[in-house]
């Protein structure tokens, strides 16, 4: 763990419940223990108005995932909700076309 990250969970608090409760409803039960302690590497920088993704490790641009990624689609309410987990690892949180996010601190 990054000392120099904070936890998704911490600034965004109401998407980590939802993603909890997400992944317990697809049977990820690992997952919705994992994304507790998920930290916030990067807001994604596409530039996309639909875009909220984040990025939970910090990766050189470009370079796939390779072996042992999966992605998870979730079923949310509204939007799409999906996670790239590489080796039970969560990499990546994609938040598209959904309401915008309430963070806890302007950090």
Wanted: one cysteine or more.
């Amino acid at each position: 763990m990054n000392p120099n990250h904070r936890l998704v969970r911490e600034e965004f608090p109401e998407l980590v419940m939802e993603l909890v409760s997400l992944l317990e409803a697809a049977g990820e039960h690992e997952l919705a223990i994992c994304v507790h302690d998920v930290q916030l590497a990067a807001l994604c920088d596409c530039g996309d108005d639909f875009c909220q993704s984040i990025h939970t490790v910090v990766r050189e641009p470009g370079v796939p995932y390779g072996q042992g990624h999966r992605c998870v689609p979730l079923l949310p309410e509204q939007g799409m909700l999906a996670l790239d987990v590489v080796h039970h690892r969560i990499q990546y949180i994609e938040v598209l076309h959904r309401p915008p996010m309430r963070r806890t601190s302007s950090a």
